[in-house]
């Protein structure tokens, strides 16, 4: 079955603690992409990933760290949390960066 | 800065009527897709609409585009319960490989 799997579904955990949201697909796709969602912002990009070892800031990359070093694992990495990444977060691929895109069913995390 | 933005950010509608929601956006793009997303769980795509593309059907759902106006409609005719959901358009930026979200809306059909 296609898919994007995302790791862990919920956390919560405290300011300054590093975690990692781990993010899979299994249809090879090139373009894999992070958002946030928060309400009354919509989806916004965090950072994308041409390909294996090219990754790019979004919108909003500040406090977020990426690395694409295996086509299909796009890992989303949180060096020192802060309260203000509280939010619902989505990993996405797609065939290239304009076709539609297919999303894990998000990871919720919370930073007290 | 937010490419997308949708209108209204909230639709309640009976069973059976037609929905209709907005979409416009600020610069040049490739394409324009809407995805659907249900409650809390990660978003679906629906359909894609290339710039060069006025109007695309699929199933219930009808997209129209005017790059004039920069602007985009779905409608869903015939809706049912299952439609409930927030809806988002996407955009993708002619120049550049980021992709824009708009806020959404969310749509509420009444049996």
């Known amino acids: 079955e296609a898919q994007v799997t995302q790791n862990p579904r919920y956390l919560i955990t405290v300011t300054g603690k590093k975690l990692t949201v781990t993010c899979s697909q299994n249809?090879?796709?090139?373009?894999m992409s992070w958002y946030r969602q928060d309400p009354g912002l919509g989806l916004r990009q965090i950072y994308y990933?041409?390909?294996?070892?090219?990754?790019d800031k979004g919108d909003v990359p500040e406090g977020y760290k990426v690395s694409r070093k295996e086509k299909r694992n796009f890992p989303l990495i949180l060096e020192s949390p802060s309260p203000n990444q509280t939010s619902l977060y989505f990993c996405?691929?797609?065939?290239?960066?304009?076709?539609?895109?297919?999303f894990g069913d998000g990871t919720r995390l919370s930073i007290l | 800065s937010q490419q997308g933005e949708e209108d209204p950010q909230a639709l309640s509608i009976q069973e059976g009527e037609n929905a209709t929601m907005n979409c416009s956006y600020k610069?040049?793009?490739?394409?324009l897709q809407w995805y659907r997303q249900n409650s809390g769980r990660g978003l679906v795509h629906l359909i894609l609409?290339?710039?060069?593309?006025r109007e695309k059907h699929s199933g219930r759902l009808r997209v129209t585009l005017d790059t004039s106006k920069k602007s985009s409609s779905l409608l869903i005719t015939a809706s049912r319960a299952a439609d409930t959901a927030s809806y988002f358009c996407?955009?993708?930026?002619?120049?550049?490989?980021?992709?824009?979200f708009g806020t959404g809306t969310s749509l509420t059909v009444i049996p």
């Open positions: 996405a691929s797609s065939t290239t960066w304009n076709q539609p895109q297919h």
């Open positions: 249809m090879n796709h090139e373009y």
């Open positions: 990933s041409m390909n294996v070892e090219v990754t």
């Open positions: 610069t040049s793009i490739n394409n």
């Open positions: 609409i290339r710039s060069n593309e």
């Open positions: 996407a955009t993708d930026v002619y120049t550049g490989n980021q992709f824009y």
